[in-house]
């Protein structure tokens, strides 16, 4: 089954930019979605379809995706921005869904 | 807007069968361009895409799961349910269910999780 590599951990300082990678085979060929999920919450979709991000979620928010890495970038980090990241795509050969292994983000 | 909430026993006996029923408000499970997802996450851990299905009954699981998961859809009721037999401490988890779009295959909404532990 396809596999999605996010590194464990990212911190970073208020007011800089946080870069979350999401690693896998010509992942570049898919559609990858990301979801921010703060503590004792469900996940919420920050980015859908590489790059759009669905309303009411801000500008701070993008994403891309080329060759075997898509990247989830948050710009001028705020405290609230504090939690775990998941990348998920769907495997169209098996119409499986995969999540990458999440990464938590620590705002310093 | 969609709304989603799960229901269920939050403990089971293992070897016995885990039931979650999922209901949908402000939508319909009926709707043709939507699929029901059940997905889990183990305390401290990952997230673990379980199967969906869709309104015609037509459904799709996770292979390390497949052997042992049922979806079911109730169009009457708005609701979809997921059922998991011979259930181990391995199978801990919150569970969500979750509206997943045709075309884009993302999740959204999702329910707000209910944990189930499996424990004597």
């Known amino acids: 089954s396809f596999v999605l590599t996010q590194p464990p951990s990212v911190s970073v300082a208020p007011g800089k930019t946080a870069r979350i990678t999401c690693g896998g085979n010509?992942?570049?060929?898919?559609?990858v979605h990301w979801y921010q999920q703060r503590p004792g919450q469900a996940p919420v979709v920050v980015v859908y379809d590489d790059s759009d991000r669905p309303s009411g979620i801000p500008e701070r928010f993008s994403g891309s995706n080329s060759g075997n890495t898509a990247t989830l970038t948050i710009s001028r980090v705020e405290a609230g921005d504090e939690a775990d990241y998941y990348c998920q795509v769907c495997d169209s050969r098996s119409d499986h869904y995969v999540f990458g292994t999440g990464t938590k983000v620590t705002v310093l | 807007q969609v709304q989603l909430q799960e229901s269920g026993p939050g403990l089971v006996k293992p070897s016995e069968t885990l039931s979650l029923t999922c209901t949908v408000s402000?939508?319909?499970?009926?709707?043709?361009?939507?699929?029901w997802s059940w997905i889990r996450q183990p305390p401290g851990k990952g997230l673990e895409w379980i199967g969906y299905i869709f309104y015609n009954a037509s459904s799709n699981f996770n292979p390390s799961l497949k052997s042992r998961v049922t979806i079911s859809v109730d169009t009457s009721k708005n609701q979809f349910s997921l059922m998991l037999t011979s259930v181990a401490a391995a199978d801990t988890a919150v569970y969500y269910c979750?509206?997943?779009?045709?075309?884009?295959?993302?999740?959204?909404?999702w329910g707000q999780g209910t944990l189930v532990t499996v424990s004597t």
């Open positions: 979750a509206r997943g779009r045709f075309g884009s295959n993302y999740f959204d909404p």
């Open positions: 402000g939508g319909s499970v009926g709707s043709g361009n939507y699929f």
């Open positions: 010509n992942i570049g060929s898919k559609s």
